[in-house]
């Protein structure tokens, strides 16, 4: 195994990434590597300050004769996800990552390898430690927490920064641009129910085999989700007086539900007819999600039972659901194929007296989210359910006459002979909370290539960062005056 990825070029960087590997930094566990970006700056002559958010800043003067260009910060968090294989005994508040080359890429032993955002701190570390490398006044911004909360970003100070270019080095597609992302805000919707004593027989309906995904990210891919279509079938079931006596649909707020139950009492006398149409529910609903849930299953079981809702709330139930906007609302005009606003039914319980609906909405253009919010908050005054809005955070609106994205595929495009693929994620990072501290900034966001980052698999690819740490040095060297 060869662990000497402090070898490989460019040299500047890995030695770096090595030395961030030497050092324990999982989430929110970060002392260690802000004592070593602090100390890094001080031996090189530097004065980081280290802000109330834990977040590292330092700045470096311009090289002569680059005094007049715009002022760069450069952005990468401290903090990695901490997975390991189930057969690994790593600790990771105490053991080193062992980096290793594995072919065309470098990976870590049983464990996440924190090139996500490793490499993107060591190519900071790199430049400011640099004599060679040709720039205009630069900052670095070593942020803390970004993978369990996105702390640094949420605690950064106005004002601080001086420059007016953030280039964001968290992306993991060399050859790809980032120029935007989507805010967030979860819907958390409840109400008390009753129940009663209903007769009938039991069962349990079970919805499962969906694909789910990501809540952002697979939204615009038309998977079903398991909650509404649960209540589609909640709701035609009324025409045989069939009671619901509790519901559990989805489990994470980000995630596309792929799963939902209901158990429910039907009158005796309509216990075939209640089959039937279940059966030709589940036709129907395989019929039109044919291409996109393959996998479908639809199952009604016997169980036992003796309360269900009263009517009045279970209906009250039954409309919030069905009511309830899901998936795409709109797509960006600032770039064709982004979804620009979505939200995600994630999660629906009733138990104990109370139901619990969640919802997470996204969008890049801030005051989209807010009027989707708007939305939610009417369905719920007309059913008299409580709604609270919380967790909300900005997005980045795609500006496509952003300066630094011409100077950028410009670059690229001069010495790679192809123009960079520009690209925004429906999806949070980090530039969206910090763009809204720092309206005028012209941000951008890029990176080497990294494979299955936050699980045991992640690589980066060797190759790649060759190309990054140029692109960055070609990117600082054309970077417009002010
Ligand atoms: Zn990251």
């Not at 950064?156 to 641009?177: A, Q, R, T, Y």
């Not at 039937?276 to 393959?294: G, L, N, Q, R």
């Not at 809204?436 to 699980?455: C, E, L, N, Q, V």
Request: charged share 20%; aromatic share 6%.
């Amino acid at each position: 195994m060869n662990t000497t990825i402090e070898t490989l070029n460019p040299t500047a960087v890995w030695k770096n990434f090595k030395l961030i590997c030497s050092v324990p930094h999982p989430s929110r566990h970060e002392e260690k590597i802000r004592e070593l970006i602090v100390n890094f700056c001080k031996n090189i002559g530097l004065n980081p300050i280290v802000d109330s958010a834990n977040n590292v800043i330092v700045s470096k003067p311009a090289t002569p004769g680059m005094e007049n260009r715009k002022g760069v910060i450069l952005q990468a968090h401290l903090d990695m996800v901490p997975q390991a294989n189930s057969d690994s005994k790593h600790n990771f508040e105490t053991d080193p990552i062992t980096a290793y080359v594995d072919g065309e890429w470098v990976r870590a032993q049983g464990t996440t390898l924190g090139a996500d955002n490793g490499i993107g701190a060591a190519a900071a570390m790199a430049v400011l430690e640099s004599k060679d490398i040709a720039h205009g006044p630069i900052e670095v911004l070593f942020t803390a927490t970004e993978e369990t909360g996105m702390d640094g970003a949420n605690g950064l100070k106005s004002g601080v920064l001086k420059g007016d270019i953030l280039m964001n080095m968290d992306s993991e597609d060399e050859g790809e641009l980032y120029v935007g992302c989507a805010g967030g805000l979860d819907a958390n919707i409840s109400f008390s129910y009753h129940t009663e004593p209903v007769s009938g027989k039991a069962f349990q309906l079970a919805i499962t085999g969906f694909k789910g995904g990501h809540s952002g990210m697979d939204i615009a891919l038309g998977r079903a989700n398991a909650n509404k279509v649960m209540f589609r079938l909640l709701q035609s079931l009324e025409s045989l007086d069939v009671r619901l006596s509790a519901v559990n649909g989805g489990s994470l707020r980000n995630a596309i539900p792929r799963e939902a139950f209901a158990t429910v009492i039907v009158p005796d006398n309509k216990v075939n007819e209640f089959k039937t149409m279940c059966d030709s529910f589940a036709k129907i609903v395989t019929f039109e999600f044919a291409a996109t849930e393959p996998t479908s299953k639809f199952e009604v079981n016997e169980t036992s039972a003796t309360t269900a809702l009263t009517l009045v709330d279970q209906k009250k139930l039954v409309d919030i659901i069905r009511a309830l906007p899901n998936g795409v609302m709109r797509m960006s005009d600032a770039m064709q194929g982004l979804v620009e606003t979505s939200t995600n039914l994630a999660i629906v319980k009733a138990e104990n007296g109370e139901v619990k609906i969640s919802c997470l909405l996204r969008s890049s253009v801030d005051s989209a989210k807010d009027s989707l919010g708007g939305m939610m908050v009417a369905i719920c005054r007309l059913a008299s359910a409580t709604i609270t809005l919380t967790g909300g955070y900005p997005g980045w609106k795609p500006n496509m006459n952003s300066p630094i994205l011409k100077t950028m595929q410009s670059v690229y495009l001069d010495n790679w002979g192809k123009t960079p693929e520009i690209k925004a994620v429906h999806a949070g990072l980090e530039c969206g909370i910090l763009g809204a501290k720092y309206p005028h900034w012209d941000m951008i966001s890029f990176g080497p290539t990294i494979r299955s980052p936050h699980s045991p698999d992640e690589r980066v690819n060797i190759e790649s960062i060759t190309k990054f740490w140029e692109f960055l040095q070609l990117t600082l060297l054309a970077v417009p005056t002010k």
